[in-house]
T-cell receptor
Framework: EPEVTQTPSHQVTQMGQEVILRCVPI?????FYWYRQILGQKVEFLVS????????KSEIFDDQFSVERPDGSNFTLKIRSTKLEDSAMYFC????????????FGSGTQLSVL | GNSVTQMEGPVTLSEEAFLTINCTYT??????LFWYVQYPGEGLQLLLK?????DKGSNKGFEATYRKETTSFHLEKGSVQVSDSAVYFC???????????FGKGTTLSVSS
């Protein structure tokens, strides 16, 4: 089965630093997503992206966050100035469509902000 | 707004026991409902889904029925195996939306 790949698997950064999390969605998928899971808590929706623009975002996705599809294959999440509370597992996902269409998730990037 | 409530875990069972994980939802309109599973060290994988009232999703011996009257989508399996040990997430998505909204997840541990 095709896979969504995420790099790196672990990232450690200092508070206030910028981080970029990278994802390669499945090649024929049209919708791309970022989710996060703080340890012991639920998986939370951050943002969805379609046709080179944000389709939907949650209240978590504030001005510190941005997404980009720079080259037609990668999909990135940037956090401009990390805070301690940004420490979480970040999952990228992609899908062919919306509604009842299945999301394919990557294995996640564990971000630790010190 | 839309939300999903799952029973708290962990759920600890012996092999071949019957499993139920309760899930209820709040949504406007007619969402699609999903169960995703997360095995240790891996990303989330779709286990099953249902797109309209009274639909039953099933996969790998797991089943869940979309009950609109009780706004529920409970996950069941008649005989669990050690390999079913994982975290199970109930989720919903509006037909018109893109965001998949998850419950908190229920950890299942099956011992032999």
């Amino acid at each position: 089965e095709p896979e969504v790949t995420q790099t790196p698997s672990h990232q450690v950064t200092q508070m206030g630093q910028e981080v970029i999390l990278r994802c390669v969605p499945i090649s024929n998928h049209l919708y791309f997503y970022w989710y996060r899971q703080i340890l012991g808590q639920k998986v939370e929706f951050l943002v969805s992206f379609y046709n080179n623009e944000i389709s939907e975002k949650s209240e978590i996705f504030d001005d510190q966050f941005s997404v980009e599809r720079p080259d037609g294959s990668n999909f990135t999440l940037k956090i401009r100035s990390t805070k301690l509370e940004d420490s979480a597992m970040y999952f990228c996902a992609s899908s062919i469509g919306t509604g009842s269409e299945k999301l394919f998730f990557g294995s996640g990037t564990q971000l630790s902000v010190l | 707004g839309n939300s999903v409530t799952q029973m708290e875990g962990p759920v600890t069972l012996s092999e071949e026991a019957f499993l139920t994980i309760n899930c209820t939802y709040t949504a406007t309109g007619y969402p699609s409902l999903f169960w995703y599973v997360q095995y240790p060290g891996e990303g989330l994988q779709l286990l099953l889904k249902a797109t309209k009232a009274d639909d039953k999703g099933s996969n790998k011996g797991f089943e869940a029925t979309y009950r609109k009257e009780t706004t529920s989508f409970h996950l069941e399996k008649g005989s669990v195996q050690v390999s079913d040990s994982a975290v199970y997430f109930c989720a919903l998505r509006d037909q018109a939306g893109t965001a998949l909204i998850f419950g908190k997840g229920t950890t299942l541990s099956v011992s032999s």
